[in-house]
């Protein structure tokens, strides 16, 4: 009977041991553990570990291709330490492409740190459009010139309706514009050594001939005398008459060129949306 | 026969010459110096027998007849000294012997109206001229080495040439048409405002002693180069100032010499009444009207150093001032040296440039 006993209560105490550590395990650990995840999820976004992303709204591109491109945004997102995203779309809905442009940037969450930096490519198919919208670093570090320059890069590929290899010479072209000068253009490209040898070979040339020029000058010492002012008797000027009188006048002007002015007062070759933060980039159509 | 004028040394007999260090005659023999004043009842005694003698040269028709042309503008000259017969040019005034080496004065080339007015004697000597010729040929990079070797430096010659000097008043009016601008902006424009304006000057200006060459042999350039000369140092003539140098009488009369002398001097008014408009931004001559009042013309005989020399094919003339002792002449240049010489800057310079694009790249 006393073993009966013991057993019965070991059993007991073993059972509420049990039930315990479930119930610790159902209302403390595990949501301790979800805890922990959220917060870890949140420390990663939050990080400077660029979001980047491909979105084929318009339908036109294949999986695979939309797959690798992705993959090609998130590599150049990660080497630069910004987001380069793109996304093609039907139609603008009535949207300017600039204002369709920077309201994809704000409302998918681009941008790294605190000047949230990055650049969105829009694709309208529909209206033949393309904007490039630039928030943070990108834009003084992918201006006016690079801008062009994307352009330029993918106007072969609109053409012919390759929007992924738009979106591919896009994405090369802002790969290349980062390693030259960074994200934010502060960076110092390659040392132009083509460009400076042509300015050294033409300096050389110049100092050549004048160098060449002095020394044969040094050689002639004879010339005719135009004037004979050695032989002006000094104090000799008199001047009996001396008369100014004034004509007429006229005048000139012409306008200054004026700043770009946007509603918030952006700096020149920005913009300022409607949410108040301040985009640049550009645009084209095809 | 034209009359020479030679002067001996009245102690040993000897050619005198004028010295230019010492500004008297000196007979280089025995060392006497002699007073110019002394040698002016000298010289006037020497000029009584032009008369008896005549003027007129004496053509020695010995030998070969002249052809057609040939004597023309030569002369024939009979050295007293050792009675050598010079042939020379008819402008020639005073030379050397050459095979006695007397100094001679060819008095028919200063007689009556030849005579100048007034003569620069030579203030440097013949060692100064060739210490300014070795030095305006130092330091000259293109200049071939052996130019200066084979230059005859010796041959140096001290000639007087004759100069028109030209006094003149010029009284010019001009008339000017003159700018000043002003230039102001605002937020919307930038604004340009021209004010025009007629400006006249009238007055005169006084030039003295302008010379112009009065030999054709001599070329203008040269001697235009070496000026000026201060004629404040210019003495009454006297033949003796020429012995012992080369002189020759003039071949290009005042009228002909005047025209250039005009040009400078309106040139020189022109540009000292442009000088009285001041405080525009711009001025130029609308009308000139340059009248020279005044005007008379002196000969004279102005010294200089001459050396003629040829080298490679070119011929080269140096001219040295015998007052101030500026010296001008072109010189030959070695075209390889001047290749050389702008390869080796132009590829200093461009290391350089290039150099100095990688450092600021760099920083």
């Known amino acids: 009977m006393k073993r ?29 553990w979800i805890l922990f995840l959220a917060w870890a999820l949140a420390v990663r976004v939050g990080a400077e570990s660029p979001a980047a992303g491909f979105a084929d709204r318009a339908g036109v591109v294949s999986p695979e291709e939309e797959r690798s491109l992705s993959a090609f945004l998130d590599e150049v997102s990660a080497r630069h330490g910004v987001d380069v995203a793109a ?13 369709a442009a920077d309201r994809y940037y704000e409302n998918g969450g681009f941008g790294t740190g605190e000047e949230r930096s990055g650049m969105l490519l829009l694709l309208a198919v529909g209206e033949g459009q393309w904007h490039i919208s630039t928030e943070g670093k990108p834009v003084t570090g992918f201006g006016e010139k690079e801008v062009r320059s994307a352009g330029l ?20 072209e802002a790969d290349r514009a980062f390693r030259e000068h960074g994200a934010d253009g502060s960076g110092r490209g390659p040392f132009p050594i083509g460009r400076s040898a042509a300015a050294a070979a033409a300096a050389g040339l110049i100092v050549s001939l004048f160098y060449g020029g002095r020394l044969k000058g040094q050689l ?16 000799s000027l008199k001047l009996t008459r001396s008369s100014e009188s004034f004509l007429y006048r006229k005048q000139s002007r012409e306008a200054k060129a004026q700043p770009q002015r946007s509603g918030g007062g952006a700096p ?19 | 026969m034209a009359q020479l004028q030679e002067y001996k040394c009245p102690c040993c007999g000897g050619g005198i010459h004028f010295d230019s260090s010492i500004q008297k005659m000196k007979c280089p023999y025995c060392g006497t110096e002699f007073e110019l004043e002394t040698l002016k009842v000298y010289d006037e005694a020497l000029r009584e027998p032009e008369s008896a003698a005549g003027g007129d040269a004496d053509w020695d028709m010995a030998g070969e007849e002249w052809a057609s042309g040939e004597q023309q503008g030569l002369r024939v000259y009979h050295c007293r000294s050792c009675g050598a017969e010079i042939v020379a040019d008819e402008t020639l005034a005073s030379s050397k012997c050459p095979y006695c080496d007397n100094p001679i004065v060819m008095m028919g080339q200063f007689s009556g109206g030849l005579k100048p007015d007034c003569i620069i004697p030579f203030k440097l000597d013949r060692e100064a001229a060739k210490q300014a010729l070795r030095k305006h040929c130092g330091g000259k990079k293109l200049l071939p080495r052996i130019f200066l070797e084979e230059n005859h430096i010796d041959e140096l010659k001290g000639v007087y040439v004759p100069v028109w000097l030209f006094d003149a008043e010029a009284l010019a009016t001009i008339r000017y048409r003159a700018e000043k601008e002003r230039e102001w902006d605002d937020d919307r424009f930038r604004y340009k405002e021209t004010s025009y304006y007629t400006v006249l000057r009238g007055g005169s200006l006084t030039f003295e002693s302008v010379p112009v060459d009065g030999s054709g042999k001599m070329d203008d350039a040269l001697m235009e180069s070496v000026e000026p000369y201060d004629s404040r140092e210019a003495v009454p003539f006297q033949t003796a100032y020429l012995a012992g140098y080369l002189a020759d009488k003039y071949d290009v009369d005042s009228e002909t010499s005047r025209k250039r002398a005009d040009e400078r001097i309106r040139r020189s008014t022109e540009e000292a009444f442009r000088k009285t408009v001041t405080g525009y931004s711009r001025v130029e001559a609308e009308d000139c009207g340059i009248r020279l009042n005044n005007a008379k013309a002196r000969y004279a005989l102005y010294p200089v150093w001459l050396l003629n020399t040829s080298w490679n094919g070119g011929k080269y003339v140096f001219c040295m001032n015998g007052q101030t002792g500026k010296l001008v002449g072109d010189l030959p240049m070695d075209k ?12 200093a310079a461009a290391v350089l440039a290039f150099a100095v694009s990688a450092l600021i790249w760099l920083l």
């Open chain 1, 220 to 235: 002639k010492s004879v010339s005719s005398k135009s004037a004979a002012s050695e032989y002006a008797a000094a104090g």
């Open chain 1, 153 to 172: 890069a993918m106007s072969g590929f609109l053409s012919a309706g390759d929007y992924a290899g738009a979106v591919r010479a896009y994405a090369e």
């Open chain 2, 336 to 347: 390889g040296l001047l290749n050389r010489y702008r390869l080796i800057s132009g590829a």
């Open chain 1, 87 to 99: 996304v093609i779309v039907d139609s603008l809905g009535g949207q300017e492409a600039g204002e």
């Open chain 1, 4 to 32: 009966t006993g013991i057993r019965k209560t070991t059993a007991a105490v073993t059972g509420t041991l049990f039930s315990a550590w479930a119930l610790f395990r159902a209302w403390v650990l595990f949501p301790a």
């Open chain 1, 268 to 286: 020149e070759g920005t913009h300022a949306f409607s949410s108040g933060r301040t985009h640049g980039g550009g645009g084209g159509s095809f």
